[in-house]
Nanobody, 119 residues
Framework: QVQLVESGGGLVQAGGSLRLSCAAS????????MGWYRQAPGKQRELVAA???????NYADSVKGRFTISRDNAKNTLYLQMNSLKPEDTAVYYC?????????????WGQGTQVTVSS
């Protein structure tokens, strides 16, 4: 089992910045990939940024150049630095981990943290 706990959301004006954190615990050694997703009201959950296969990063086109995903392996923590925020970035942001204990894929999700960007 893997547990994910997000923090760092909040209310910010357009153009501002926030940094989200995701602390992972449990069977961390089984994790293959981690990332951030978001879900706005009435919309499907979408990928924001992720580490895949080691240090390869993947970003949604809408956040490229504004958001940066990073991690601190010593702290088992994933980060999402969000700069130049826009009202359309308003959503619940979720931390995700993909693990494969015993060769079986398991997806884990945090509880989500609300990000609200005012215009």
């Amino acid at each position: 089992q893997v547990q994910l706990v997000e923090s760092g959301g909040g209310l910010v004006q357009a153009g501002g910045s926030l940094r989200l954190s995701c602390a992972a615990s449990g069977s961390i050694f089984t994790i293959n990939a981690m990332g951030w997703y978001r879900q706005a009201p009435g919309k499907q959950r979408e990928l924001v940024a992720a580490f895949t296969k080691g240090s390869t990063t993947n970003y949604a086109d809408s956040v490229k150049g504004r958001f940066t995903i990073s991690r601190d392996n010593a702290k088992n923590t994933l980060y999402l630095q969000m700069n130049s925020l826009k009202p359309e970035d308003t959503a619940v942001y979720y931390c995700s981990a993909v693990a494969s204990p015993g060769g079986v894929r398991v997806d884990y999700w945090g509880q989500g943290t609300q990000v609200t960007v005012s215009s």
